[in-house]
């Protein structure tokens, strides 16, 4: 079996710039509606976006996929599980 393990890093202020332009519109193409949720509630909601955006880029590539080849980054997602915990969610 061969294990890949890697860090996913995003620019913050990437993430910032995309939202300020793109406003709702972002948040809706990036965000499963359960994560939507959360994303009103963040008192740091940049922040918020830029680690579901790193996570979600993290699934696919263990996946092996990626964004361009069978998923779309609003095919999974991550919420806390009962304990607190990231649970990956699918759409």
């Not at 710039?17 to 740091?44: C, I, K, N, T, W």
């Not at 998923?71 to 607190?84: E, H, K, L, Q, T």
Request: no cysteine.
């Amino acid at each position: 079996m061969i294990f890949g393990i890697g860090t996913d890093v995003v620019q913050v202020e990437r993430i910032k710039q995309v939202y300020e332009r793109h406003g709702d519109r972002f948040v809706e193409r990036l965000l499963l509606p359960a994560e939507e949720q959360a994303f009103r509630r963040a008192s740091r909601p940049v922040r918020f976006l830029a680690m579901r955006f790193a996570a979600k880029e993290a699934i696919v590539k263990a996946m092996g996929t990626g964004f361009a080849h069978g998923m779309w980054i609003r095919d999974s997602g991550f919420m806390p599980n009962a304990w607190g915990r990231p649970e990956i969610i699918w759409s």
